[in-house]
């Protein structure tokens, strides 16, 4: 076989593949043998029909299976050939059978990119102890006290720490927001809504302009948006709000004490809560440590790197990006008209992630192959058993879809990854740092 490769851009190689008549007639012998053993032709009995007759009577068939054959035949020796991994077969074109009994063809190979890793052990990242504090489990404690509060009528105007209950419009230039085509939800309007007399509750300034009013005052509020508005169309807009003052609420917080530890959670004494505290902020805390340790190491391995990548890879990528990014705005009750205006944006971000996950998934295959990482049967075995246990399906179904599907090649890549983030992450160089002020507060 006579094979000409030619490397093009995107992880491409061109091949230029000659099948020769020897092995072509004797392809060709194989597959009309096949079609005589199988073959029904009126006046002759299965497997004596002359080879002439199955030739023109099955004429088509046999060149289709024979082309079909011959190409799969000859992209595998290209693929031999290729000195680095090659992916997947792209387009064939110009499949021709010649006078001389000769067969040739083009192919496009796809293939892994090539590229030098840089050094990935001992690779320096900065992370927050997962040390709690005492005055973080007060503040939980505080949170709790307040959802476990009760509240009392207020006679006279509202004042700072109070909470009003209030009805409310937004107007927009004149007209209400409700009726634009903002898609805001509660931002243009709401009954019954509760608002701490604070300056950061609902919009920055809002509550504070509630204070002096009394119950069944109506009052304008008016409330200039920030550039970093989460509504973009909206930022630096002006909205005015008519707003209704319906009760006036003062909090009483319940004593810190074993009897709310109890309502918190039944049997427990305030000590066993604090604990529980200290418990549940310490996983979170080891849990955003290892996000964090990971993301710095990734971007290190990345920033070092540049390389080119298979365009269909990353076409794959970017629609399952798109498709993520779509479901969860649908999830979060964004409007398919929305989602249609905002596309073009969808589609730039969907881009850029996707280039970025087939990079460092390139480059975490590489390090595996490196230090020998891979997963086991009973990795995979494992793995099978958990999604059959948390899907509440028998572990034999659960097989057949996999093997339907061939996602026993997924299961085994993941966890391979997953190992080779493991190595890295016990390779690392760790600097401990100071946690940022109130983040732990914010997050808890």
């Not at 199955?54 to 024979?66: D, Q, T, Y």
């Not at 796809?110 to 504090?133: H, M, Q, R």
């Not at 066993?272 to 290892?290: A, P, S, V, Y």
């Not at 990014?325 to 649908?330: I, L, R, S």
Request: hydrophobic letters at 35%; a negative charge; aromatic letters at 6%.
């Amino acid at each position: 076989m006579n094979i000409t490769l030619e490397k093009q851009p995107d992880c491409r190689v061109g091949a230029h593949i000659e099948v020769p008549a020897d092995a072509v007639n004797s392809e060709r012998d194989t597959i009309v043998a096949s079609f005589a053993a199988q073959a029904k032709v009126p006046g002759y009995r299965p497997g004596k029909i002359p080879r002439s007759i199955i030739e023109k009577r099955f004429a088509k068939g046999i060149e289709e299976e024979l082309r079909e054959r011959l190409i799969r035949s000859g992209c595998s020796s290209a693929s031999d050939k290729e000195e680095q991994d090659v992916l997947g077969v792209g387009k064939v074109e110009d499949a021709t059978f010649h006078p001389d009994q000769t067969f040739t063809f083009k192919a496009e190979l796809i293939i892994a990119p090539e590229f030098k890793l840089p050094e990935y052990k001992g690779i320096e990242v900065k992370l927050e102890s997962t040390d709690v504090n005492p005055d973080e489990i007060d503040a939980t404690l505080e949170n709790l006290r307040e959802r476990f509060a009760d509240f009392k009528d207020v006679e006279g105007s509202v004042a700072e720490g109070n909470f009003a209950i209030i009805d409310y419009k937004a107007k927009l230039d004149g007209k209400l927001l409700s009726e634009e085509e903002y898609e805001v939800g509660a931002l243009a309007e709401n009954e019954g809504f509760w608002v701490k007399i604070d300056e950061e509750s609902f919009l920055p300034g809002f509550a504070k302009q509630l204070i002096g009013m009394k119950s069944g005052d109506s009052k304008e509020v008016t409330i200039t948006l920030d550039d970093e508005f989460s509504f973009e169309d909206l930022r630096g807009k002006e909205l005015v709000y008519d707003v209704q003052l319906k009760e006036v609420k003062q909090q009483e917080l319940p004593e810190l004490n074993d009897e709310l530890a109890e309502k918190i959670e039944p049997g427990k004494t305030l000590e066993e809560i604090r604990t529980l505290i200290e418990e549940n902020m310490k996983n979170e805390k080891g849990t955003r440590r290892q996000d964090s340790m990971t993301d710095q190491i990734l971007s290190h391995l990345s920033e070092d790197l540049d390389f080119e990548l298979p365009e269909h890879l990353v076409h794959g990528e970017t629609q399952r990006m798109v498709n993520t990014m779509v479901q969860q705005g649908q999830q979060n009750g964004m409007a398919d008209d929305a989602i249609m205006e905002h596309q073009e944006q969808i589609m730039s971000n969907a881009a850029v992630s996707a280039k970025s996950n087939v990079k460092t998934t390139f480059i975490l295959e590489q390090i595996a192959k490196e230090e020998n990482i891979e997963a086991s049967d009973d990795d995979v075995r494992q793995q099978v058993a958990m999604m059959a246990a948390q899907s509440g399906r028998p572990v034999k179904k659960i097989v057949r879809e996999l093997r339907d599907s061939n996602g026993f090649d997924d299961i085994r890549h993941r966890v391979t990854i997953g190992r080779t983030l493991d190595f890295l992450r016990s390779n690392a160089s760790v600097t401990e740092v100071e946690a940022e002020t109130g983040s732990d507060e914010k997050d808890s």
